[in-house]
């Protein structure tokens, strides 16, 4: 412990070492998570409906069973393909059985987990809340991944998130009170969820998901409640100009749904690690209060 106090750079390289480690897992988890929920959500709608004569699905799915293969041929992959970056690096983007391609998106996903940890050690330096906000980042990267793929945010991600932050203050971990995390958790949820039921009322319409109610929720058991302001904005702007840029990309129309999951979580990491500096600065220019 000590000498990662004494010499930050080795605490920054571990935890940029860590993160393409975890990377290469989170690749998995949000391929498989959400094909894991759906079949969980299968599996009890043919248990509770029988009369529908839904098949449940057959074999063991997780995280662990079955071993990671090529998309392409079904190849597992052996453990000397699946060293993290390095191994795309060395197979050119490749699989070395079928020679299709495979998707750059799992090396940026390491590289990403890896630069994000890294950024956290710089900057935070080490303690045992800045260790857990690394962790944190996981979850995040994890559940921005899966929402832009399905639209969903798991509550096997968002669940243990919230209630993570609730015992990080209770135990005095988390540089906020008990009584901040439990009010930024409240806080949270309500003000997504006031937003979507008037929304709902105004238009008919729902608007966002009870996902982005319990991300924000756990954004706010984690920073407290004086952060989600900052969150709000910086994920309603983040949202407003990529969300357009997507939609002009795809040549949708307005009226077409897109994940502000990824949103949240981009602006809570960012608070979490500035968020003090960006309200200072706002106050600073914008009202002139220091």
Not at 144 to 151: A, G, N, S, Y
Request: net charge neutral.
């Amino acid at each position: 412990m000590d000498v990662l106090i004494y010499y930050p750079w080795l605490f920054v390289l571990f935890a940029a070492i860590l993160g393409l480690i975890v990377g290469s897992f989170l690749n998995v988890v949000i391929h498989r998570l959400p094909i894991m929920m759906e079949r969980g959500w299968r599996e009890e709608c043919a248990e509770a409906f029988p009369e529908y004569k839904i098949t449940p699905p057959e074999g063991r799915f997780d995280l662990s069973i079955p071993r990671s293969s090529c998309p392409s041929c079904n190849t597992p992959i052996r453990i000397v393909d699946n060293i993290p970056l390095l191994s795309w690096l060395l197979l050119k983007g490749r699989c070395r059985h079928c020679d299709n391609r495979i998707s750059i998106r799992y090396p940026l996903v390491e590289l990403l987990t890896a630069v994000l940890s890294g950024t956290v050690a710089w900057q935070l330096g080490f303690s045992f809340y800045s260790v857990a906000l690394i962790a944190m980042t996981f979850v995040l990267i994890a559940a921005t991944f899966i929402d832009l793929d399905t639209m969903l945010l798991p509550d096997q991600l968002t669940l243990p998130l919230l209630w993570t932050g609730i015992a990080l203050a209770l135990f005095g971990i988390s540089p906020i009170t008990l009584q901040d995390s439990v009010i930024g958790a409240i806080a949270g949820y309500l003000c997504l969820w006031s937003v979507y039921w008037l929304f709902k009322l105004v238009t008919g319409k729902e608007g966002m998901g009870y996902g982005d109610f319990k991300l924000l929720a756990a954004l706010g058991a984690w920073l407290g409640w004086a952060h989600l302001p900052v969150i709000i904005l910086l994920s309603s702007v983040v949202g407003v100009v990529f969300g357009l840029i997507q939609l002009r990309m795809q040549n949708k129309g307005l009226d077409v749904a897109f994940p502000f999951g990824p949103y949240l979580a981009i602006a809570g990491w960012v608070s979490a690690l500035w968020g003090d500096a960006i309200t200072h600065f706002y106050l600073a220019t914008v009202t002139g209060v220091y």
